[in-house]
């Protein structure tokens, strides 16, 4: 990667919020990962919807947030649900910083958290091609189709499990 400076991934978790010292910097945090997520988000409709309930379900250990940095910005991260469903719900990879092993690394974080080397994973169709190499590689099996389930007239596909 010619000398770009790694950090070690930033873990946002129950824990983060019991310390009281870091909650400004940690909501600073939060709000710079809602604004790309709202600006890369082009399948989903009600993302602010859902960017609250994972702020409410960070609190209660439900949810994971593994960010990779790179000189000192955020180079990807992944968004987990840590249920009964294990599930990658959210994975971004900033332009600067994709084909170069990102994705990678915040998917083998996320079987590390989520206790499982096939969590429950689901795209839009037109972002398949996207995520074929880290499909393949990762040999995730399609469970399934679904018409219209996250927005009219697209189809999203679930990999090693049915959506909930």
Known sequence: MNNKAFFEPKVINEQSFSNIENQEELFILLDKLNKIVENHN???PNINEWLNKVKSDLKLGTRIIIIEWINNEVAG???????????????????NYQKVGI???LFKKSFHYLNTNKPLFSINQKKLPMFKKIIENFEFEESCR????????????SFNGLLF
């Open 103 to 105: 994705a990678t690394k």
């Open 146 to 157: 679904y018409p219209n389930y996250y927005k009219q007239n697209e189809i999203e596909i």
């Open 77 to 95: 991260f992944c968004i987990l649900k840590n249920t009964k469903e294990k599930k990658v719900c959210f994975l971004f990879v900033s332009e």
């Open 42 to 44: 082009d399948c989903y």
